[in-house]
Structure formats: C-alpha cells, structure tokens
C-alpha cells in the first residue's frame, strides 16, 4: 500500500481548487493518515487560463474531461463538473469503463443515474463515492452508511439547502419580504444558475433520495420526492408560526410506511426550541433516526469550498485506505424499487385563513374541519382589518388528503377569504 | 468475502445484551450491508445464569474471557467488560496476541494502554476499534479519523458525560442543590458504580484524550487531561451564569497551542444560545473543527443498550466490510509526544465573588484584576444580603494563571468574603 493514489480532477471551480489546495499543503498529513500519499496527475476544466489561485503547472491538463477519465495513470476520478447529463455523466461512465474509481460532489447526477451508475461500478469492481453531494463538509454519507449500519433505520430529515435556510432565516430577522431576500441572495451569489434548483427544492430534493435509498436499502427515486418549495413563505407565515412556537424550514423527510416509502421535500413548521428550529443561515442540518441508536444530529457548513473539499477528501483518503463499499451501502443488485408513498405519514398541520367578520364565521369553518374528520388542537383569532381577521388553527395528527378536503370544501362556507395556506408541522 | 465474520463477546451486561439483540433482529439486513453475515460463536460473562432477556443457546460459552479471545474459531473480540486492568486488559492482549481483530467500548483502558495496544495489535496486523467507548451512539471516531481526515483539525470538544449534564440541567430545572441532584441520579441508576468517574470528569476525560489523540497525531495522554469536576457547581453558579446568557457545562477541550497540547474537562460557561448550551439532559455533543471544514456538530444519546451497540455494530460492520486503519487514524509508531500545555489558551472568565458592604470596595477589586493585567468586560452587582452583596464579572480574555493571581490578592482587599469562583467561558 505504499504507491501513491493517483487522481484525476475533473472540474476546477471553487470546490475543485479547494481539493487541490488540501493536497498542496497538507500532503505529509493526509499521506499519513491514508497510509500513501494522494498524487494529482491531471486536471481538467473548461478554461484552461483562468486564475483558479491554485497552482496548476504541476498537473496534465485534459480538455476533455472524458479523455481525463481514460488516462491510463489515474486510479480516481473526482468529478466536481455539476450537471445530470452531458459531460459529467459521460466522464463518470468512461471512468468506470477504463476501470477507475469515482468521487463526485454531483447530487442531481446520482438522483437522476444513481442506480445504473452504481450497478456498472460494482460490475466492474469500481467505487462511486459522493459524501460531498450531501450537506457539504457534514459526514452525513459516512454517518448513515456506516456509522448507522446496525439500524433498522426509522427516518431521514434535514434542512439541507443553505440557501433556502437563508432566505427563510434572513426573512424573519430582517421582517423582508420572500423577493427581496431572494434578490439579496442572487446578488450574494448565494443562488444556482438556475435558483429554482434551490427555492423549489429540488437540489435539496436530490439529496434527500440518496439518504433515502442508502436508509432504507431501496433505489434512489427522485421522481418520487414530493417538492415543495419556499416561494410561496409569506413574513406573515413566519411571524404567525413564530407566535405559535414553530419556525419554518425547507425540510426534506424519508420515512418508510407501510403504504411504502414517502419521500418529502416541502416548508414545515418545527418547534423554534429544536435542534433544526435554532438552525440559522446557511448551516445543514441532518438527522438520523434509527431503531437501535435513536436519534442522531449532524450540524455543519453545507456548501462552500473548504467544507465541500473536506468532503472530497474523506472519501479519497477511505479510496486509499483501502475502504471500499457499494455506492448505495448494499450491492445495488440488492436494492429494492420502494413503492412510493404521498401523504402517507399523518401529522399535525398550521392552517392559516382569513375569517370574514361574520356572526358564526369561525363555527363554520370548525364544522368544515370536522367533517374531514380534523380535530383542532389549538387556535387564535387575531383583531379584524378590512373586514377580515387572520385565524391560526393547529390540528391534531391528520392526512393531507383529508385537509384537502376541507380546503376545497372552504369556499362553500363563504367566510373564507382568499387562498388558506396549510403547512406541516413535523415532530422533530 | 462470503465466509461469516466470526466474533465473540466478553461482557454480558446491558450492552453486549444490546449487540446480540442487534444481530439476532437485523442478521439479513447487517448481512446485506456488510456483505456477509455476522456470526456470534462465543460469549463471555462472569454470571452464566442470570436473565439478560437475550437468548444465548446457539452460542458456546467461555467462563474466562481469555480463553474466550484465545477461541479459534474467531476472528473479532468484542470486549464490553470495562475496566482499565485485569481481565479487559488481559483478554484484549491475548485476542491480538492469537490474531483476532478488536471492538471494544472501554475508553478507560484506552485512555491508560491505548498506545501499547495499538502498537500491538499494528504489529500484529489487527485492528481495534472503539466507536462505543466515545459519545455513546454518535458516530464521532468515525467522523473524526475518517469524515475529517482532510483537515488539520483545530479543536474538538464536547460534553461526553450525560449523567453529568443530566445533574446540570436538572439542577437548573428544577432549581436544587447539587447533593440532592446526585442522590436523585445515584437513585435512577445514572451514575458508575465509583460516582467520581462521572462527576471528578474522569470518563469524559478519558474520551477527551481519545479525540485529540486521533486529531492531532499524538499519543494518547489521558495523565495531562486537566480534570476538573463538577462538585462544586452551585445552583446559584448556574442561575447567575444564566443571567449573563450562559449555560454551565462539563466541557471537554483539546486544542494543539504553540506551547503545545491542551487538554481540559472542567465545568465551564458557554452561550445559552448556542448548541452545547441548548444541550439537556443526557444527551451527549461532540463539536470538530477543523481548517477546511470548519465546525461539525455531533449530537446524540451518549449511553444505552441501543445506542452503544450501535456503535459497536458500526465497528464491526466497518471490519466485516475490509475497512481496516489504524486505532488512532494513523499508524501508532508515527503518533508523536505531544508536549503537555496546561491553560495556554486565554479565554473570557465568569467570576462570582461575593463584595463586603464598604465604600470602594468595587473599585478595589478592579485594582486587583487590572494589577494582573485583566479588563472586565461586563460586571453585575446584586443586592446586600447580610452585609455582602454577590458580584458578577465577565472579564475580557485572560489567562488562568493572571486570573489565580489575582483570586490571590483579593484577601489582601479585605472587601472579598469567602472565596471567589471562577470559570472559563469557552466560545463555542
């Protein structure tokens, strides 16, 4: 075990030059640790003459990240390209090919691939390893997949979008409204090219099916993760909530039932006091429930260069130690297809409506409410203005069908005004 | 890698109960994440007849736990006897000595042999693990020797003793005083057998010494971890310190200085706000940090069946799986002397001392702080009760041996009843 590992990185944006960076100044230790040192040999990127404040000259330069992936001196790929088709996907395939291994921070790629990647690896021997993908420098991968490996494991949350936390954390200290956080966010750099990838929770989204597939031994189903995302959080939601003792959280859930497996990524009220209701700004957090360990939270940075490479580098060093195990925990031959299931897991729901000040308005909505079958735990009536009066209702345990029900049956009382919203509110 | 991982078990108490609970409910969910069953061959305890709600027909039984880690038909010693000499430490020895791997929960006997043992079993080509024997079911020596080992860590701290944090914050819930605390814990079975491992800060200590062995490549020193427990912690301490926005816990820090390492478990005052403040009853909280990544939280139930053998079962599945390093991340003959540094790091200091009812007396004490070099950040006076009246100060940062200087000369003011108390406020 004393040759080096040899790699090659594909991809040098911040989180790319962080790698190098790691390498560059603390070889000696991470070779001690790893038992070899860890050697670049090639890199690749699109522009080969922008200053990345690392050196490259030691490094072959690939331009094409699929050749890099052929070179016949790498053992490993670590590929920080981003994107679920087109070059990632390609240089992630013909490393597998070529007989190498992976290390990638590519969430949407394995959300949308995972299975068929993890099955052409394992074919040929390979690894694909992705602690970077999930909640940035949190070992969440390595907790769950190894670290919880004697559970049965009961459920999977975490806030892991910082961007999305931002926003709802920045909304209530600064009492802005949703666009004009949002639009201090893009200007921060804060945002994906494409922030619905963040607001609508689908970067989250992606990350929430790989817990749930290495959870609960099943394959990633993204297109099965319900998304919800935080456009539609109003200040008043988050003032309201806070009066009742709750924040809200872009949270994504994975629990087993036996309807199947529910997959969530959706705004729901947790108590303010909780572990994930203190979460602040840009912080992940992830939370594991198992049978055996019962619950266990892992709170760290989720994006950023150094925590991001941090990432990176357990998995390269456990490639050089010789740690090898399937993508997914458990052979992906071995993996099940769960059958989904929406709406499963009952809950308690924040109901918020505007009451029209009528005699006998709030009776009513009361009676539509019972006759789905939902119970109200508590309730508060603020003072009317412009002939109408915010009403906060929480519910016992319900379905979100039977709430549906209620909504859609709302109108008909004639002393609701505009559109409820509904939130759920998850026992952390 | 189909052959079953052999093991035997020394130490039938409620968590090795715990571990064959584990593998006699989860076999075929451990055997298809570990790629091959788990198989219990042997097992060890000092009462063959007691009731430990497990059945143990289909195992062998070994009255000595040597001649247990000397069976040939395995290859993992699970060794959950605790215990810093005598029969763990023998059995331990004689499991490497024959070429058996090791998982074990006891952080006392690592904390005094670690070194020699890991050179041992280094020599002999086999590991030992001991995921249990820190934080309970939290995954820290994992996440630390393996989810870090791209950083040069910085700092790791935590509160590692939850029969500790039980009695702080049940002192402060319920607003009574230590004795009656500790009996209540004596009572509801939280505390060892000998009660100063717990509150002398002598279990947590031996846990501190593991991480910053692992962090920061040093031989494991428990004999320089400077103790302090939490005896002498009043109830009107821990409502002050609240008064200032502070907690008090029993907090572990290891931290490499430029005079060398520091290692202290002693009560001290953190954010009320913060993680480990918000942090109740037995729970347990590791913080990592390191210069990449930055900080990771770990928080979990630091004892328990279920949650110790979860650990265990982490280890043994990590051995199952090939995943073999070195006890302390790095190989035992390339960990170094670290040179023992006692209060090199200055830090803020909480003081209550209690003010004689004299003109200038105010003034004299701040004489006496900034004679040693100490400024005062914040400072409380309450009240005269019976001609004295309690003062609270918040200092900027200072050294311990300036602030003993001080505490020194205050009898010499003649304005100072009793005697002062000071603690740390460690920024979290």
Not at 277 to 298: F, H, R
Not at 326 to 342: D, E, W, Y
Not at 394 to 407: F, G, N, P, S, Y
């Amino acid at each position: 075990m004393t040759a080096p590992l040899r790699i090659g990185v594909a991809g040098l944006g911040t989180v790319g030059a962080g790698v190098l960076r790691i390498l560059q100044t603390h070889g000696p230790l991470i070779a001690a640790r790893a038992g070899r040192s860890i050697e670049v040999v090639a890199v690749s990127a699109r522009d080969r003459s922008r200053d990345r404040g690392v050196p490259l000259e030691a490094y072959a330069w690939e331009s094409d990240p699929v050749a890099l992936a052929r070179h016949p001196d790498i053992d490993v790929i670590v590929e920080l390209m981003g994107g679920h088709e087109g070059a990632a996907k390609d240089a992630l395939e013909a490393a597998i090919a070529s007989g190498k291994d992976v290390v990638t921070a590519n969430k949407a790629l394995l959300a949308h691939h995972g299975q068929a990647l993890a099955l052409a690896a394992e074919e040929a021997g390979r690894v694909i390893r992705f602690e970077a993908a999930v909640a940035g420098g949190i070992p969440v991968i390595k907790a769950l997949t190894e670290g919880m490996a004697g559970n049965q494991m009961t459920r999977v949350m975490g806030v892991m979008n910082g961007t999305c936390n931002y926003i709802l954390t920045r909304m209530e200290s600064a009492g802005l409204p949703y666009e004009e956080v949002f639009e201090e966010a893009r200007q921060l750099g804060y945002l994906e090219a494409d922030p619905r990838l963040d607001v609508d929770g689908i970067d989250a989204g992606h990350k929430l099916s790989l817990l749930a597939s290495i959870a609960f031994g099943t394959q990633v189903d993204f297109d099965h993760v319900d998304l919800e995302g935080i456009g539609s959080i109003t200040i008043e939601d988050i003032r309201r909530a806070a009066d009742m003792g709750f924040r809200i959280k872009l949270l994504g859930v994975a629990q087993m039932t036996g309807r199947g497996l529910e997959q969530r990524m959706q705004p729901c009220l947790v108590p303010a006091t909780s572990p994930l209701g203190q979460l602040q700004g840009g912080t992940n957090m992830v939370v594991l429930e198992g049978d055996a360990v019962g619950q266990i939270v892992l709170r760290g940075p989720g994006a950023g260069a150094g925590p991001t490479a941090s990432a990176v580098l357990s998995d390269l060093v456990d490639i050089a130690r010789g740690n090898r195990l399937p993508t997914f925990g458990q052979p992906a031959m071995t993996l099940t297809r769960a059958r989904p299931a929406q709406a499963a897991v009952p809950a308690p729901y924040y109901l918020r409506l505007q009451l029209v000040d009528k005699p006998g308005a709030l009776a009513k909505v009361a009676r539509v409410l019972g006759d789905s079958g939902i119970s109200i735990d508590r309730m508060r009536q603020y003072g009317h203005e412009d002939g109408t009066a915010p009403v906060l209702i929480v519910t016992h345990k319900t379905t979100r069908i039977a709430l549906d029900e209620a909504m859609a049956a709302f109108p008909a009382t004639a002393v609701v005004a505009g559109d409820p919203v509904a939130l759920r509110i998850e026992a952390v």
